[in-house]
């Protein structure tokens, strides 16, 4: 598929930047270039969007990994045993992606955005330290793998807000920071990013040379949204979250009900 016009690829370029810096930040870049990569091809099949958008997303979110893991501490065992859960569960996600309505998937994704924001907009400590100081028990551990299995999923299948949830089931369940979570969401995300490209790739719906271009302005919003949540601590995860939360709860409800 030829490239588009230059003023559209500016525009989609600049989509890209500002997705890899959301990313980076807390994740649900996908509602921000996904869109534009439909209006620039109506004539292409939704999947060709998709699978140009993981590639693009890939590389942003795989830069934000590399930095967040140069400055945060995170378990070696949680990133050995994740990546190949989130990357597989992705995998089986995109493969039945086709035959999943997401006109059936919003309502659900729009009542667990706002029960998160209400969530951590009450509980105005949670993420800000470790919420204890006990060994996480092995119980623990497995329903947190268990349900990155599901976001990773859901990652393949529709894809909006894996990031934050992959946060927030982090800080819940292992008494993690907001900044250790979103350093170890990075790494997972990449896997299954890795992991719905590669059933896009197969099938023939990615656009290569387009989303190479796009992958360069995403890295460099990824390097930017890094670099501001690495300064500025847990407090600016909390707060991108609380409006990611809202940004994304209505921009669903309104192709829901649009």
Do not use: C
Request: aromatic share 6%; net charge positive.
């Amino acid at each position: 598929m030829d490239l588009p016009s230059l003023p559209l690829l500016s525009l989609l370029a600049g989509g890209a930047l500002v997705a890899g810096w959301i990313d980076a930040v807390v994740g649900g870049g996908g509602l921000v270039l996904l869109p534009l990569l439909l209006i620039a091809f109506p004539a292409a099949a939704p999947a060709a969007a998709l699978g140009t958008n993981k590639l693009t997303a890939v590389w942003g979110t795989a830069t934000a990994a590399l930095m967040y893991l140069r400055k945060v501490t995170v378990s070696r065992r949680l990133v050995a045993i994740s990546v190949p859960v989130a990357g597989v569960s992705a995998v089986g996600g995109a493969l039945v992606a086709s035959a999943v309505s997401s006109d059936v998937m919003r309502p659900f994704v729009i009542v667990l955005m706002l029960a998160v924001g209400v969530f951590v907009s009450l509980r105005p400590q949670f993420g800000a330290t470790h919420e204890s100081r006990e060994p996480v028990s092995r119980i623990r551990f497995v329903i947190a793998i268990g349900t990155l299995a599901v976001i990773g999923f859901y990652d393949g299948v529709f894809g909006p807000g894996t990031g934050l949830f992959l946060i927030i089931t982090l800080t819940a369940l292992l008494h993690q920071s907001f900044l250790q979570s979103a350093a170890m969401a990075k790494v997972a995300n990449t896997a299954t990013n890795v992991g719905a490209l590669a059933v896009f790739a197969s099938q023939g719906h990615v656009m290569w040379l387009l989303g190479a271009i796009l992958a360069v302005a995403n890295i460099a919003g990824s390097v930017l949204g890094s670099r501001l949540v690495l300064g500025s601590g847990t407090k600016i995860v909390r707060y991108a979250l609380l409006v990611v939360v809202v940004v994304m709860a209505v921009k669903l409800s309104y192709d829901q009900f649009s």
